[in-house]
Protein backbone atom coordinates (compact mmCIF):
# COMPACT_ATOMS: atom_id res chain seq x y z
CA UNK A 1 0.00 0.00 0.00
CA UNK A 2 1.27 3.37 -0.95
CA UNK A 3 1.33 6.52 1.18
CA UNK A 4 -1.48 8.02 -0.90
CA UNK A 5 -3.61 5.48 0.98
CA UNK A 6 -3.58 8.51 3.48
CA UNK A 7 -4.15 11.63 1.35
CA UNK A 8 -5.82 13.48 4.81
CA UNK A 9 -5.10 12.95 8.37
CA UNK A 10 -6.72 14.65 10.93
CA UNK A 11 -4.86 15.18 14.31
CA UNK A 12 -7.14 16.00 17.28
CA UNK A 13 -5.40 18.09 20.03
CA UNK A 14 -2.85 20.46 18.52
CA UNK A 15 -0.65 20.74 22.36
CA UNK A 16 2.59 19.66 22.47
CA UNK A 17 2.48 16.31 20.82
CA UNK A 18 -0.47 16.83 18.63
CA UNK A 19 1.02 20.17 16.55
CA UNK A 20 4.53 18.75 15.87
CA UNK A 21 2.73 15.43 15.11
CA UNK A 22 0.37 17.11 12.39
CA UNK A 23 3.35 19.80 11.57
CA UNK A 24 5.47 16.76 10.52
CA UNK A 25 2.60 14.98 8.47
CA UNK A 26 2.09 18.28 6.76
CA UNK A 27 5.84 18.71 5.91
CA UNK A 28 5.44 15.50 4.25
CA UNK A 29 3.02 16.63 1.87
CA UNK A 30 -0.05 15.28 3.61
CA UNK A 31 -3.33 17.47 3.97
CA UNK A 32 -3.37 17.62 7.94
CA UNK A 33 -6.43 18.93 9.70
CA UNK A 34 -5.59 20.32 12.94
CA UNK A 35 -8.51 20.33 15.79
CA UNK A 36 -8.75 21.74 19.27
CA UNK A 37 -11.26 22.95 21.46
CA UNK A 38 -9.12 26.15 22.49
CA UNK A 39 -10.33 28.79 19.84
CA UNK A 40 -7.50 31.21 20.17
CA UNK A 41 -5.11 27.88 19.64
CA UNK A 42 -6.72 26.94 16.09
CA UNK A 43 -6.79 31.08 15.22
CA UNK A 44 -2.70 30.71 16.00
CA UNK A 45 -2.52 28.19 13.62
CA UNK A 46 -4.21 29.30 10.71
CA UNK A 47 -2.49 32.35 10.79
CA UNK A 48 0.79 30.26 10.81
CA UNK A 49 2.20 31.18 14.21
CA UNK A 50 2.42 28.40 17.17
CA UNK A 51 0.89 28.74 20.75
CA UNK A 52 4.08 26.83 22.34
CA UNK A 53 7.66 27.31 22.70
CA UNK A 54 10.02 23.89 20.60
CA UNK A 55 12.70 24.74 18.87
CA UNK A 56 11.84 25.20 14.93
CA UNK A 57 7.90 24.19 15.44
CA UNK A 58 7.26 28.35 14.54
CA UNK A 59 8.75 27.74 11.33
CA UNK A 60 7.44 24.38 10.13
CA UNK A 61 4.51 25.31 11.17
CA UNK A 62 4.72 28.30 8.81
CA UNK A 63 5.77 26.83 5.91
CA UNK A 64 3.07 24.16 6.28
CA UNK A 65 0.34 26.63 6.64
CA UNK A 66 1.58 28.39 3.94
CA UNK A 67 1.29 25.40 1.28
CA UNK A 68 -1.90 24.58 2.25
CA UNK A 69 -1.26 21.36 4.16
CA UNK A 70 -2.14 22.33 7.45
CA UNK A 71 -4.97 24.07 8.22
CA UNK A 72 -7.02 24.42 12.31
CA UNK A 73 -10.53 23.86 13.22
CA UNK A 74 -12.37 23.65 16.32
CA UNK A 75 -14.20 20.00 14.82
CA UNK A 76 -13.21 16.96 13.30
CA UNK A 77 -13.80 16.09 9.88
CA UNK A 78 -13.27 13.19 7.36
CA UNK A 79 -10.48 12.11 6.65
CA UNK A 80 -8.55 8.70 6.31
CA UNK A 81 -6.50 8.81 9.34
CA UNK A 82 -7.29 10.13 12.75
CA UNK A 83 -4.50 10.78 15.74
CA UNK A 84 -5.88 11.63 18.81
CA UNK A 85 -3.35 13.42 21.03
CA UNK A 86 -5.03 14.81 23.96
CA UNK A 87 -4.29 14.94 28.20
CA UNK A 88 -4.61 12.34 30.04
CA UNK A 89 -4.67 14.00 33.17
CA UNK A 90 -5.48 11.91 36.67
CA UNK A 91 -7.95 13.07 39.13
CA UNK A 92 -7.61 14.13 42.75
CA UNK A 93 -7.27 10.60 43.61
CA UNK A 94 -4.73 10.14 41.24
CA UNK A 95 -7.19 7.86 38.96
CA UNK A 96 -6.65 7.98 35.68
CA UNK A 97 -8.99 10.79 33.90
CA UNK A 98 -9.79 9.10 30.09
CA UNK A 99 -12.90 11.97 29.96
CA UNK A 100 -10.72 14.06 27.38
CA UNK A 101 -10.16 10.64 24.74
CA UNK A 102 -13.63 9.57 24.91
CA UNK A 103 -14.64 13.41 24.31
CA UNK A 104 -12.11 12.68 21.31
CA UNK A 105 -13.29 9.72 19.94
CA UNK A 106 -16.80 10.20 20.11
CA UNK A 107 -16.17 13.57 18.00
CA UNK A 108 -14.83 12.11 15.36
CA UNK A 109 -16.58 9.01 15.42
CA UNK A 110 -19.90 10.67 12.96
CA UNK A 111 -17.51 11.68 10.11
CA UNK A 112 -15.73 7.79 10.14
CA UNK A 113 -16.34 5.87 7.16
CA UNK A 114 -15.08 2.29 6.16
CA UNK A 115 -11.30 1.97 5.64
CA UNK A 116 -10.29 4.76 8.19
CA UNK A 117 -8.10 3.89 10.94
CA UNK A 118 -7.96 5.68 14.33
CA UNK A 119 -5.01 5.78 16.46
CA UNK A 120 -4.41 6.74 20.16
CA UNK A 121 -1.19 8.82 21.00
CA UNK A 122 -2.54 9.88 23.92
CA UNK A 123 -0.75 7.51 27.34
CA UNK A 124 -3.48 5.71 28.22
CA UNK A 125 -3.82 3.03 31.20
CA UNK A 126 -3.48 -0.27 29.83
CA UNK A 127 -7.32 -1.21 28.01
CA UNK A 128 -8.01 2.34 26.80
CA UNK A 129 -7.50 1.64 22.81
CA UNK A 130 -9.89 -1.40 22.99
CA UNK A 131 -12.42 0.32 25.01
CA UNK A 132 -12.07 3.26 22.25
CA UNK A 133 -12.83 0.88 19.53
CA UNK A 134 -16.12 -0.37 21.75
CA UNK A 135 -17.06 3.00 22.51
CA UNK A 136 -16.86 3.57 18.23
CA UNK A 137 -18.82 0.82 17.78
CA UNK A 138 -21.40 2.68 20.34
CA UNK A 139 -21.26 5.14 18.36
CA UNK A 140 -21.67 3.84 14.68
CA UNK A 141 -23.28 0.31 14.96
CA UNK A 142 -23.11 0.41 11.04
CA UNK A 143 -19.45 0.14 11.33
CA UNK A 144 -17.37 -3.06 12.41
CA UNK A 145 -14.33 -2.87 14.85
CA UNK A 146 -11.35 -4.72 15.50
CA UNK A 147 -12.57 -5.65 18.82
CA UNK A 148 -15.52 -7.54 17.90
CA UNK A 149 -14.65 -8.56 14.22
CA UNK A 150 -11.24 -9.05 14.30
CA UNK A 151 -10.16 -8.76 10.31
CA UNK A 152 -12.73 -8.12 9.07
CA UNK A 153 -13.38 -4.78 10.24
CA UNK A 154 -13.95 -2.02 8.71
CA UNK A 155 -12.12 0.87 11.08
CA UNK A 156 -8.37 -0.05 12.00
CA UNK A 157 -7.99 1.16 15.90
CA UNK A 158 -4.51 1.28 17.41
CA UNK A 159 -2.33 2.76 19.76
CA UNK A 160 0.75 4.62 19.58
CA UNK A 161 2.45 6.43 22.26
CA UNK A 162 4.20 9.20 21.94
CA UNK A 163 7.96 8.89 23.02
CA UNK A 164 9.35 12.56 22.77
CA UNK A 165 11.34 15.23 24.81
CA UNK A 166 10.36 18.79 24.94
CA UNK A 167 12.95 20.57 23.06
CA UNK A 168 13.75 17.90 20.91
CA UNK A 169 10.24 16.87 19.63
CA UNK A 170 10.67 17.41 15.89
CA UNK A 171 13.87 15.58 16.12
CA UNK A 172 12.50 12.81 18.20
CA UNK A 173 8.58 12.26 16.12
CA UNK A 174 10.98 11.77 12.70
CA UNK A 175 13.87 9.73 14.28
CA UNK A 176 12.44 7.99 16.99
CA UNK A 177 12.05 4.49 17.29
CA UNK A 178 7.31 3.95 17.38
CA UNK A 179 6.01 0.97 19.36
CA UNK A 180 2.94 0.67 17.66
CA UNK A 181 0.14 -1.55 19.47
CA UNK A 182 -3.16 -2.67 17.49
CA UNK A 183 -6.44 -3.58 18.39
CA UNK A 184 -5.24 -7.00 16.09
CA UNK A 185 -2.44 -7.18 14.06
CA UNK A 186 -3.90 -6.16 10.97
CA UNK A 187 -4.45 -2.83 12.77
CA UNK A 188 -0.51 -2.55 14.13
CA UNK A 189 0.37 -3.05 10.12
CA UNK A 190 -1.97 -0.25 9.14
CA UNK A 191 -0.89 1.94 11.42
CA UNK A 192 2.57 1.19 10.44
CA UNK A 193 2.04 2.45 7.30
CA UNK A 194 0.77 5.59 8.65
CA UNK A 195 3.90 6.54 10.36
CA UNK A 196 6.70 5.47 7.78
CA UNK A 197 5.60 8.29 5.79
CA UNK A 198 6.69 10.52 8.45
CA UNK A 199 9.58 8.50 10.63
CA UNK A 200 13.11 7.02 10.17
CA UNK A 201 13.00 4.94 13.23
CA UNK A 202 11.97 1.57 13.08
CA UNK A 203 8.25 0.67 13.84
CA UNK A 204 7.79 -2.03 16.67
CA UNK A 205 4.71 -3.48 16.35
CA UNK A 206 2.98 -5.30 19.16
CA UNK A 207 -0.38 -5.67 21.04
CA UNK A 208 -2.25 -2.05 21.73
CA UNK A 209 -2.14 -3.58 25.41
CA UNK A 210 1.37 -4.10 25.14
CA UNK A 211 2.10 -0.36 23.40
CA UNK A 212 0.15 1.01 26.61
CA UNK A 213 2.04 -0.48 28.64
CA UNK A 214 5.14 -0.37 27.01
CA UNK A 215 5.02 3.97 27.98
CA UNK A 216 3.40 3.56 31.20
CA UNK A 217 6.71 1.32 31.71
CA UNK A 218 9.57 4.01 30.42
CA UNK A 219 8.21 6.41 32.45
CA UNK A 220 8.09 4.40 35.62
CA UNK A 221 11.12 3.30 35.28
CA UNK A 222 12.76 6.84 34.82
CA UNK A 223 10.56 8.18 37.81
CA UNK A 224 12.16 5.18 39.97
CA UNK A 225 15.66 6.07 39.05
CA UNK A 226 15.17 9.68 40.00
CA UNK A 227 13.55 9.11 42.98
CA UNK A 228 16.46 7.13 44.23
CA UNK A 229 18.54 10.14 43.34
CA UNK A 230 16.11 12.61 45.11
CA UNK A 231 15.55 10.66 48.46
CA UNK A 232 19.41 10.47 48.00
CA UNK A 233 20.14 13.73 48.00
CA UNK A 234 17.77 14.10 51.34
CA UNK A 235 20.15 11.87 53.37
CA UNK A 236 23.07 13.95 52.05
CA UNK A 237 21.38 17.35 53.06
CA UNK A 238 20.72 16.24 56.37
CA UNK A 239 24.49 14.70 57.08
CA UNK A 240 25.95 17.98 55.36
CA UNK A 241 27.01 16.11 52.39
CA UNK A 242 27.12 17.85 48.74
CA UNK A 243 24.52 15.38 46.95
CA UNK A 244 25.97 16.39 43.35
CA UNK A 245 29.43 15.10 44.39
CA UNK A 246 28.33 12.07 45.76
CA UNK A 247 27.38 11.31 42.64
CA UNK A 248 29.79 12.28 40.66
CA UNK A 249 32.16 9.93 42.70
CA UNK A 250 29.44 7.07 42.78
CA UNK A 251 29.48 7.26 38.89
CA UNK A 252 33.09 6.15 38.59
CA UNK A 253 31.85 2.87 39.43
CA UNK A 254 31.68 1.21 36.41
CA UNK A 255 28.49 -0.24 36.82
CA UNK A 256 26.56 2.68 38.66
CA UNK A 257 24.77 5.42 37.15
CA UNK A 258 22.81 7.30 39.35
CA UNK A 259 20.96 10.42 38.21
CA UNK A 260 21.17 13.96 39.46
CA UNK A 261 18.82 14.60 42.04
CA UNK A 262 16.23 17.45 41.31
CA UNK A 263 13.60 19.59 42.97
CA UNK A 264 10.97 16.45 41.59
CA UNK A 265 9.54 15.88 38.75
CA UNK A 266 7.33 17.52 36.18
CA UNK A 267 5.89 17.37 32.84
CA UNK A 268 2.83 15.46 31.36
CA UNK A 269 4.63 12.19 31.80
CA UNK A 270 6.74 10.79 34.41
CA UNK A 271 4.97 12.86 36.98
CA UNK A 272 1.52 11.19 35.92
CA UNK A 273 2.06 7.58 34.43
CA UNK A 274 3.21 6.07 36.94
CA UNK A 275 0.00 6.70 38.65
CA UNK A 276 -1.61 4.64 36.01
CA UNK A 277 0.42 1.25 36.51
CA UNK A 278 -0.85 1.85 40.34
CA UNK A 279 -4.39 1.95 39.71
CA UNK A 280 -4.55 -1.23 37.16
CA UNK A 281 -2.78 -3.36 39.90
CA UNK A 282 -2.49 -1.09 43.41
CA UNK A 283 -1.45 -4.46 45.51
CA UNK A 284 1.44 -5.22 43.42
CA UNK A 285 2.73 -1.87 42.88
CA UNK A 286 4.62 -0.61 45.98
CA UNK A 287 8.09 0.58 44.67
CA UNK A 288 6.08 2.58 42.04
CA UNK A 289 3.64 4.20 44.57
CA UNK A 290 6.95 4.83 47.00
CA UNK A 291 8.80 6.74 44.13
CA UNK A 292 5.42 8.78 43.46
CA UNK A 293 5.51 9.87 47.08
CA UNK A 294 9.17 10.76 47.24
CA UNK A 295 9.02 13.06 44.03
CA UNK A 296 5.71 14.39 44.98
CA UNK A 297 7.58 15.22 48.02
CA UNK A 298 10.50 17.02 47.12
CA UNK A 299 9.38 20.37 46.62
CA UNK A 300 7.82 20.85 50.30
CA UNK A 301 11.57 19.97 51.39
CA UNK A 302 13.02 22.28 49.07
CA UNK A 303 10.69 24.77 50.48
CA UNK A 304 11.32 24.08 53.89
CA UNK A 305 14.68 24.27 53.35
CA UNK A 306 14.04 28.15 52.10
CA UNK A 307 12.44 29.27 55.11
CA UNK A 308 14.80 27.73 57.12
CA UNK A 309 17.05 30.21 55.59
CA UNK A 310 14.91 33.12 55.20
CA UNK A 311 14.77 32.43 59.16
CA UNK A 312 18.49 32.17 59.55
CA UNK A 313 19.29 35.41 57.91
CA UNK A 314 16.43 37.23 59.22
CA UNK A 315 14.97 37.89 55.63
CA UNK A 316 11.85 37.94 53.21
CA UNK A 317 13.36 39.11 50.26
CA UNK A 318 13.88 35.67 47.95
CA UNK A 319 14.35 34.96 44.44
CA UNK A 320 12.86 31.76 42.47
CA UNK A 321 14.43 31.28 39.29
CA UNK A 322 12.52 29.13 36.99
CA UNK A 323 8.72 28.17 37.01
CA UNK A 324 9.13 25.08 34.21
CA UNK A 325 9.36 21.50 34.69
CA UNK A 326 12.81 21.20 32.74
CA UNK A 327 15.12 23.51 30.54
CA UNK A 328 14.83 25.96 28.17
CA UNK A 329 10.86 25.14 27.66
CA UNK A 330 7.72 26.39 28.53
CA UNK A 331 6.01 24.23 29.63
CA UNK A 332 4.82 24.05 33.13
CA UNK A 333 2.68 21.20 33.23
CA UNK A 334 3.05 19.38 36.89
CA UNK A 335 6.27 21.44 37.38
CA UNK A 336 7.94 21.23 40.85
CA UNK A 337 9.24 24.98 40.80
CA UNK A 338 5.69 25.71 40.73
CA UNK A 339 4.85 23.60 43.46
CA UNK A 340 7.93 24.90 45.15
CA UNK A 341 6.80 28.81 44.75
CA UNK A 342 3.03 27.76 45.71
CA UNK A 343 4.44 26.55 48.73
CA UNK A 344 6.90 29.46 50.11
CA UNK A 345 3.72 31.81 49.17
CA UNK A 346 1.51 29.35 51.55
CA UNK A 347 1.99 32.13 54.72
CA UNK A 348 2.26 35.27 52.77
CA UNK A 349 5.10 36.48 54.89
CA UNK A 350 7.71 36.52 52.39
CA UNK A 351 8.17 38.44 48.73
CA UNK A 352 8.82 35.99 46.25
CA UNK A 353 10.38 37.27 43.11
CA UNK A 354 9.59 34.59 40.17
CA UNK A 355 12.13 34.50 37.15
CA UNK A 356 10.27 32.72 34.69
CA UNK A 357 12.08 33.91 30.52
CA UNK A 358 9.48 31.60 29.20
CA UNK A 359 6.31 33.52 30.29
CA UNK A 360 4.62 36.45 30.28
CA UNK A 361 2.47 35.73 33.37
CA UNK A 362 2.64 34.04 35.95
CA UNK A 363 0.24 30.47 35.91
CA UNK A 364 -3.32 30.14 37.23
CA UNK A 365 -1.98 28.14 40.25
CA UNK A 366 0.47 31.15 41.50
CA UNK A 367 -1.71 34.48 40.37
CA UNK A 368 -3.41 35.97 43.49
CA UNK A 369 -1.40 34.70 45.83
CA UNK A 370 0.37 37.11 47.82
CA UNK A 371 3.91 38.62 48.13
CA UNK A 372 4.17 36.62 44.64
CA UNK A 373 5.31 38.65 41.52
CA UNK A 374 6.65 37.77 37.79
CA UNK A 375 9.73 40.00 37.50
CA UNK A 376 13.02 40.20 34.91
CA UNK A 377 16.20 38.15 36.63
CA UNK A 378 18.46 41.24 36.88
CA UNK A 379 15.54 43.16 39.24
CA UNK A 380 15.27 39.81 41.17
CA UNK A 381 18.98 39.35 41.38
CA UNK A 382 19.05 42.69 42.54
CA UNK A 383 16.38 43.03 44.90
CA UNK A 384 16.50 39.53 47.04
CA UNK A 385 18.95 38.58 49.76
CA UNK A 386 18.78 34.48 49.18
CA UNK A 387 18.23 32.69 45.30
CA UNK A 388 16.45 29.83 45.14
CA UNK A 389 17.29 27.82 41.47
CA UNK A 390 14.40 25.95 40.11
CA UNK A 391 14.93 25.08 36.69
CA UNK A 392 18.28 25.13 35.20
CA UNK A 393 17.51 27.41 32.21
CA UNK A 394 20.79 28.73 30.31
CA UNK A 395 20.67 32.31 31.00
CA UNK A 396 20.62 31.31 35.15
CA UNK A 397 23.86 29.17 33.77
CA UNK A 398 25.58 32.77 33.42
CA UNK A 399 25.20 33.68 37.06
CA UNK A 400 28.36 33.25 39.49
CA UNK A 401 26.97 33.22 43.06
CA UNK A 402 30.67 34.41 43.82
CA UNK A 403 29.84 37.79 42.00
CA UNK A 404 26.99 38.55 45.28
CA UNK A 405 28.55 37.64 48.41
CA UNK A 406 25.86 38.68 50.62
CA UNK A 407 23.59 36.72 49.16
CA UNK A 408 22.59 32.88 50.07
CA UNK A 409 22.40 30.52 46.88
CA UNK A 410 20.27 27.20 47.01
CA UNK A 411 20.79 25.18 43.59
CA UNK A 412 18.14 22.57 43.53
CA UNK A 413 19.65 21.51 40.15
CA UNK A 414 22.97 21.37 40.53
CA UNK A 415 23.78 24.12 37.65
CA UNK A 416 26.39 25.96 39.85
CA UNK A 417 28.84 23.21 41.09
Known amino acids: MTDHAFPKICVIGLGYVGLPTAAVFASRGIEVLGVDTNARTVALINDGR ?13 GAVAAGKLSASTSPDTADAFIIAVPTPF ?3 KKPDLSYVKAAVESLAPVLKSGDLVII ?3 CPVGTTDSASQWLAEARPDLRFPHSAGSDTDIHVAHSPERVLPGRVLIELVCN ?3 VGGVGPDCARRAAQLYRIAIEGECLLTTARTAELVKLSENAYRDVNIAFANELSLVADKLGIDAWEAVRLANHHPRVNILNPGPGVGGHCIAVDPWFIVDSAPELTPLIRTARQVNDGKPAHIANTVRAAAAAMQTRRIACLGLAYKADIDDLRESPSVDVVADLAKP ?3 ALAVVEPHCQQLPNDLQGLKGVELIDLATALEAADIIVLLTDHRPFGDIDP ?3 PDKRFIDTRGLWK
Open 121 to 123: EST
Open 91 to 93: TEG
Open 348 to 350: GDL
Open 402 to 404: ADY
Open 50 to 62: VPIVEPDLDILVK
Open 177 to 179: DRV
